[in-house]
């Protein structure tokens, strides 16, 4: 259609460019007045003195040194530190951000396969795919998931450069091509699969493979050797975690059968994206048909397209670009506290391999060129604009927690966590008889057991001084998870206030002992020593706790001229 106005390709690509960013500031514009979100937002900024404190130097060898939130990922603690530092706790700012770098992603994706394949339109829907996708609403719309965004912005940085390498191989591009690697991995464990997903993209659509005439396997080796090197140490720092004890993992069976389940089921939403949650609890029992219906599938389609690659070369490297990013992802092996069966970011960069499955591989099977020009294009805006409408709908979910965990728990059954984070919503909005009914909910759903929901209606019943109710919520929240700081912290609390200061004591020892980047534990320190009239601990620990972004004890104690 926009062939026939005789556009040149340069035009093109521009006029690519403009729809790209325009249509995806449409979808997503809506982000820039909606909140924080009560699961991870609080983990990695709202309650993080770190980020808190802005870009200082303690700051940044912290950030490079800490395995906070259970991944190592300096440059994301970087980044919402340079937030802070701009916008402080508005969280238009980080939404602001995380929108920025998924538009420059989607651009750097439009050029890569453009100058891989010279193929405008082509390119252009599989960024716009990337774009507009439903599933990309939580990678974008989450603040705590900075490390999606920031991610994909450098692995496609570093394609982008890799392209540029085998354009003209040299020792200064290659470095190039292994900076981008670093910083990726400093963003997310994800992109260890990077080094794969090149050598597909040397099989088609670079078709270095045909241009090299030694030992393939030598030779992709001995040049990907040190990404090779690069992932594998940082998939052992990942899995090396002795400071996380309240993980429950399940069975490695279960996991095992979860796994292509999961996979199909990602397919499945890839074409028809329904009922998408911010979390999916990980089934109780899974049919043994479905497992092997789903095993079944993912052999079929893996064999078709090896039997096809030389043929259909792009279905090869489609295929096997989801395949591979996806695998990680599955949870066979469980680094979290919860366990998802599945989670719409992890469909973030695999989905990539899907698009460009559909780009190349339905022209293929319009062999008439006039009938291929006249339906191929509106079909495929047809298609995008009604993604992009499910996407604006989606992203609107995520203005606060209350609509996202209220959304969620309407579309997944039993979804204990739903329901135990829609209670702290209403908790926050003063609406504590409700919070309490939906903690109730959560927690006497079969199975399930959280420290932190039992933690948090423990302070639903000291806020309505049902003291030994509460008592009990957070011997339990303890007996769950040893590392459950805030159960701590909060039972001190209790035994501050019935004057059993040495109890209470201990308990924010013990609160700060797991989680020394706290600042309630040293602020309620420091008001027990108050009370005990012993100036120096009182002012070590409220300054403590200032610097950790919690001052209200600091500036009482300096107005009263206590500390110096």
């Not at 090896?306 to 949870?331: D, E, H, K, N, S």
């Not at 099977?365 to 294009?377: S, V």
Request: glycine content about 4%.
């Amino acid at each position: 259609m926009l062939n026939k106005l005789n556009i040149s390709e340069s035009n093109k690509k521009l006029i690519v460019y403009i729809l790209l960013i325009l249509a995806t500031l449409a979808v997503y514009w809506q982000v820039h007045h909606f909140d924080f979100i009560n699961m991870d937002d609080k983990v990695y900024i709202t309650e993080n003195g770190r980020i808190q404190s802005g870009i200082t130097m303690d700051g940044i060898h912290w950030a490079f040194t800490t395995r906070y939130a259970d991944l190592w990922n300096p440059l994301v603690w970087l980044s919402f530190m340079f937030n802070y530092q701009l916008h402080g706790l508005n969280a238009g700012g980080y939404h602001m951000t995380n929108l920025i770098l998924h538009i420059l992603s989607t651009l750097l994706l439009f050029w890569l396969f453009h100058r891989m394949t010279g193929a405008v339109w082509r390119s252009a829907f599989v960024a716009a795919f990337f774009a507009l996708h439903p599933l990309h609403v939580e990678s974008v719309a989450w603040i705590a998931e900075r490390k999606d965004v920031l991610s994909a912005f450098f692995w496609m940085l570093t394609l982008c450069l890799y392209v540029y390498y085998v354009e003209k191989p040299a020792i200064k591009r290659y470095l190039f091509v292994l900076c981008g690697f670093v910083l990726a991995l400093m963003s997310k464990p994800m992109v260890v699969t990077l080094p794969v997903i090149m050598i597909l993209l040397d099989y088609w659509p670079l078709k270095r493979f045909k241009s090299e005439k030694s030992n393939l396997l030598l030779w992709q080796l001995k040049e990907k050797l040190p990404l090779f090197i690069l992932s594998a140490i940082l998939v052992l720092v990942t899995l090396y975690n002795p400071n996380n004890p309240g993980m429950k993992p399940f069975s490695l069976l279960s996991r095992l059968a979860n796994a292509p389940v999961s996979f199909v089921t990602y397919l499945e939403k890839t074409f028809r994206p329904y009922d998408m949650a911010i979390f999916y609890p990980f089934p109780a029992h899974i049919p043994l048909w479905q497992v092997i219906g789903a095993s079944l599938l993912i052999l079929t389609i893996t064999a078709f397209v090896m039997v096809m690659a030389r043929r259909l070369p792009y279905l090869f490297t489609g295929w096997f670009w989801f395949a591979i990013t996806i695998v990680p992802v599955l949870g066979i092996i469980q680094i979290s506290i919860h366990a998802y069966a599945m989670a719409d970011r992890y469909h973030y960069l695999p989905s990539i391999g899907i698009a460009v499955m559909l780009a190349w591989g339905i022209p293929a099977l319009i062999k008439n060129q006039n009938i291929r020009k006249k339906i191929l294009f509106p079909a495929a805006l047809i298609f995008l604009i009604i993604m992009a409408g499910l996407t604006w709908r989606q992203c609107s979910y995520w203005k606060n927690s209350a609509d996202l965990f209220y959304h969620a728990f309407r579309v997944t059954e039993n979804n204990a966590l739903a329901h135990g984070n829609y209670a702290s919503a209403l908790y926050v909005e003063g609406r504590i008889d409700e919070a309490l009914d939906h903690f109730n909910k959560a927690i006497n759903m079969p199975n399930y057991e959280d420290a932190e929901i039992y933690n948090n209606r423990g302070a639903i019943y000291s806020l309505k001084n049902q003291s030994q109710l509460a008592m009990n919520d957070y011997n339990k929240a303890i007996s769950l998870s040893s590392a459950c700081h805030r159960a701590y912290n909060n039972r001190g609390i209790l035994y501050a206030n019935s004057g059993q200061y040495q109890q209470a004591i201990e308990d924010f020892n013990k609160a700060a002992q797991i989680n020394p980047d706290y600042a309630d534990a040293y602020s309620n320190r420091a008001f027990i020593f108050y009370k005990q009239n012993n100036k120096f601990s009182c002012c070590s620990n409220a300054k403590k706790a200032c610097e950790l972004g919690k001052c209200e004890i600091w500036k009482a104690v300096m107005s009263e001229g206590l500390c110096r």
